[in-house]
């Protein structure tokens, strides 16, 4: 299956369904999926277009989140309402029809490491003064979480692997803790990842695909983050007391 297409539908992406005991199905688009705003001047605001393809009125609520990430690549969000400007923020779609949402940044105009947000269109329930009467049936509420970024002053790619230790997997099977850290100013696709390790003996193995490397293959790693993956133990690499480990990451920008 394609990498990209994999990684866009992963961390580009996110639909989440809601089940909700309603009487009718409501559907919509939510576009662009990705967006960089300069932090000043005309590209500081954007616009995104919300399309209703059903045949009844949908509410929806759109807002902004921070973005940030853990020692283990898992994202944070928080509330960034003090960063953009929104207008409409909440609004109600007639059938069959399109709506244009602007965006505009209002955070700080100097920017030196990129800034990274998840911008939220969320449905919610909507039904036009009519009681709800077929009890029995679902209805879902879909939300589109896409991506924003704030474009740094100066744009620098530079990602690095910082250790490689020994450490179990979750089965208690051997694996290597690998830490690598975005040393740039801007996010980085790992798509196409491809890991070398060699340890003080001698031995080197070039490692790729996602049974190899699980997630840190087409991780997206934010400017300054360093994330730690823990990758299965790969054959043909020295073990035991005294042995150490160096590697380096290469992969499809």
Same mark, same amino acid.
């Not at 297409?5 to 369904?17: G, S, T």
């Not at 300069?38 to 989140?65: C, M, R, W």
């Not at 879909?142 to 020994?166: D, G, K, N």
């Not at 696709?189 to 490397?213: C, F, K, M, P």
């Given at each position: 299956?394609?990498?990209?297409?994999?990684?866009?539908?992963?961390?580009?992406? =996110?639909?989440?369904?809601?089940?909700?005991?309603?009487?009718? /199905?409501?559907?919509?688009?939510? +576009?662009?999926?990705?967006?960089?705003?300069?932090?000043?001047? *005309?590209?500081?605001?954007?616009?995104?277009?919300?399309?209703?393809? $059903?045949?009844?009125?949908? @509410?929806?609520?759109?807002?902004?989140?921070?973005?940030?990430?853990?020692?283990? /690549?898992?994202?944070?969000?928080?509330? @960034?309402? #003090?960063?953009?400007?929104?207008?409409?923020? %909440?609004?109600?779609?007639?059938?069959?029809?399109?709506?244009?949402?602007?965006?505009?940044? !209002? /955070?700080?105009?100097?920017?030196?490491?990129?800034?990274?947000? !998840?911008? %939220?269109?969320?449905?919610?329930?909507?039904?036009?003064? !009519? *009681? +709800?009467?077929? %009890?029995?049936?679902?209805?879902? =509420?879909?939300?589109?979480?896409? $991506?924003?970024?704030?474009?740094?002053?100066?744009?620098?790619?530079?990602? #690095?692997?910082?250790?490689?230790?020994?450490? *179990? =997997?979750?089965?208690? +099977?051997?694996?290597? *803790?690998?830490?690598?850290?975005?040393? /740039?100013?801007?996010?980085?696709?790992?798509i196409a990842a491809t890991l070398e390790v060699r340890d003080n003996r001698g031995n080197s193995v070039v490692l790729e695909g996602q049974d190899a490397l699980g997630?840190?293959?087409?991780?997206?790693?934010?400017a300054r983050k360093s994330v730690t993956k823990t990758i299965p133990w790969p054959s043909g690499l020295s073990s035991g007391p005294g042995v150490t480990y160096q590697?380096?990451? %290469?992969?499809?920008?």
């Amino acid at each position: 299956m394609n990498v990209r297409k994999n990684l866009m539908k992963r961390n580009v992406l =996110l639909a989440i369904v809601l089940g909700v005991i309603l009487a009718s /199905g409501y559907a919509y688009q939510f +576009s662009p999926l990705e967006q960089t705003f300069q932090p000043s001047g *005309a590209e500081s605001s954007k616009t995104y277009t919300i399309v209703n393809d $059903s045949n009844d009125s949908i @509410a929806i609520s759109i807002s902004a989140l921070t973005r940030d990430q853990d020692a283990q /690549g898992n994202e944070i969000n928080t509330p @960034a309402d #003090a960063y953009f400007s929104i207008v409409p923020n %909440k609004l109600v779609v007639p059938p069959q029809s399109s709506w244009v949402v602007r965006v505009q940044y !209002r /955070g700080p105009q100097t920017v030196t490491t990129e800034l990274a947000f !998840r911008l %939220k269109a969320e449905q919610i329930p909507y039904s036009q003064g !009519r *009681a +709800s009467t077929d %009890k029995g049936m679902f209805n879902f =509420l879909y939300i589109y979480t896409t $991506s924003l970024y704030v474009q740094p002053s100066r744009v620098v790619e530079s990602v #690095a692997v910082r250790s490689v230790v020994p450490k *179990a =997997l979750e089965d208690g +099977s051997p694996g290597l *803790a690998v830490t690598v850290s975005n040393l /740039g100013t801007v996010h980085q696709l790992l798509i196409a990842a491809t890991l070398e390790v060699r340890d003080n003996r001698g031995n080197s193995v070039v490692l790729e695909g996602q049974d190899a490397l699980g997630t840190l293959d087409g991780m997206n790693l934010l400017a300054r983050k360093s994330v730690t993956k823990t990758i299965p133990w790969p054959s043909g690499l020295s073990s035991g007391p005294g042995v150490t480990y160096q590697a380096t990451i %290469k992969y499809t920008k």
